[in-house]
């Protein structure tokens, strides 16, 4: 493999920290103390000043198998190589076909389509819209309220945002984004702390959908 293709940019080499903004960080603070990486391998960054970090949430859930996998890069490596890049806009290729049947063959019940996005939060806002465009295809075209809770993330997208139950990330948006109802929040550690299973409290917060689905009954301009 092209070693000379792995990036190794450590913070000495790095111009300014200025251009990029980072997502969901302190970046004044990050910058005048920033924690550069420089290198990955199984379950370990390696920072710039050369500690082994254990990466405890797996790169946010996008290395679950582990950093540098020899066959993935080389698969990876490969693929580039014979087809780098190919639209799925009226053209397609072998891929992404394979892929989804392999996929469909996996999921439960009558789950026998896949819709490809490129991240969590354009999958959420992908769904949202799906299920708004099934319904106004159906017998039920009034039926686009949705129901999410206090606290919830569902990615940045302005979808996601509607759903998602952290205020600070609707604060702008809150006109792009009606039509949704959230429901209470379930962290109660007084009730639900260190349950077996299903903790024995907490029906009530199902029971507060119904409700939410009553009062959904009326259109938004009628309440
Ligand atoms: C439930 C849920 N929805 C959406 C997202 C957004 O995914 P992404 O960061 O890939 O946009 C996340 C990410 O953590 C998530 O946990």
């Known amino acids: ?81 014979q087809l780098d890049y190919a639209s799925s ?24 389509h896949v819709f490809f996005t490129n991240s969590g939060s354009e999958a959420v806002d992908t769904a949202l819209k799906l299920a708004i465009a099934y319904h106004a295809l159906g017998d039920e075209p009034s039926r686009q309220r949705f129901v999410g809770r206090e606290r919830a993330y569902h990615g940045v997208n302005l979808g996601g945002i509607a759903v998602g139950g952290i205020a600070t990330n609707r604060r702008f948006f809150s006109e792009l984004t009606p039509g949704v109802d959230h429901l209470g929040h379930t962290h109660n550690l007084e009730h639900n702390a260190f349950s077996r299973g299903q903790p024995l409290w907490g029906e009530a917060l199902a029971d507060e959908l119904e409700t939410v689905v009553e009062n959904a009954v009326l259109k938004p301009s009628q309440r």
């Open 1 to 81: 493999m092209a070693e000379a293709a792995i990036s190794t940019v450590s913070l000495s080499e790095a111009q300014s920290l200025d251009a990029f903004w980072m997502p969901f960080t302190a970046n004044q603070q990050f910058k005048a103390n920033p924690r550069m990486l420089v290198a990955a391998a199984g379950m370990y960054y390696t920072a710039s000043d050369g500690r082994k970090i254990l990466d405890g949430t797996a790169g946010l859930w996008c290395v679950n198998v582990g950093h540098g996998r020899r066959e993935i890069a080389e698969a990876v490596h490969q693929q580039l190589l």
């Open 89 to 112: 806009f009226q053209m397609g290729h072998g891929g992404a076909f394979q892929f989804a049947e392999r996929l469909v063959k996996l999921l439960p019940g009558d789950l026998n």
